[in-house]
């Protein structure tokens, strides 16, 4: 497949391939003329770099995801971190989102002065992001 086709397939551009392929995430078979041309695994390659990104891994974390020879070698342990990390990082929002989500409504004429919103800013300054019943 030329650049063209992979960018289309994979949404992105080709700008972003020859910076992956700089940055040695994938690599291309050769060439058509000034065209650069990749195997068909490229795309399930973009696939787990997009996922690895959507997770927050580095660019670096994710070259160290892929073999030599463009195969993927996860680590485990790497994921089941990165899985945790995400799972602490979703409580956090949920709380966020609920202390938000009662101040939009909250019929308090000032929210500092609402006993709910309150615990909310004590809980956020205490570090204590646990969704809870506000």
Known sequence: MDIGEVAKKAKVTTATLRFYEEKGLIKSIGRQGLRRQYGKQVIDQLALISLGRAAGFS???????FRQDGKPELDRKKLKDKAEQLEQ??????????????????????????PTFQKFLKAAIAGEYQPTKL
Request: with cysteine; aromatic share 4%; charged share 20%.
């Open 89 to 114: 990082m979703a409580k956090r929002l949920h709380f966020i989102s609920q202390g938000l989500e009662h101040a939009a409504v909250c019929p308090a004429e000032n929210h500092m002065e609402c």
């Open 59 to 65: 660019l670096n974390e994710i070259a160290a995801m």
